[in-house]
């Protein structure tokens, strides 16, 4: 009996990114407490951009202290 092929290029694109992954999350600060996340690749994706450039603008903004900038 043959298998059908592997899919290449886009297909496999669009079967990887449809994939269901879920993954729990440790909330910062609690030691029982923990979330769960269900998502697909691209729903991943998008989560780990949006991370990254909250980060970035944290980093690239001036710190405020007391309504005066550091230096």
């Known amino acids: 009996m043959a ?11 669009q079967a990887n990114s449809n994939e269901r992954i879920c993954e729990d999350i440790i909330l910062t600060g609690s ?12 729903e991943w994706e998008r989560h780990r951009l949006e991370d990254r450039q ?12 007391n ?3 550091c230096k």
């Open 3 to 13: 298998q059908a092929p592997a899919p290449t290029g886009e297909a496999a694109k």
């Open 31 to 42: 030691r029982l407490g923990k979330k769960r996340f269900c998502g697909t690749r691209a």
């Open 54 to 65: 909250a980060v970035e603008k944290v980093q690239m903004s001036p710190c405020v202290v």
């Open 67 to 69: 309504g005066t900038t």
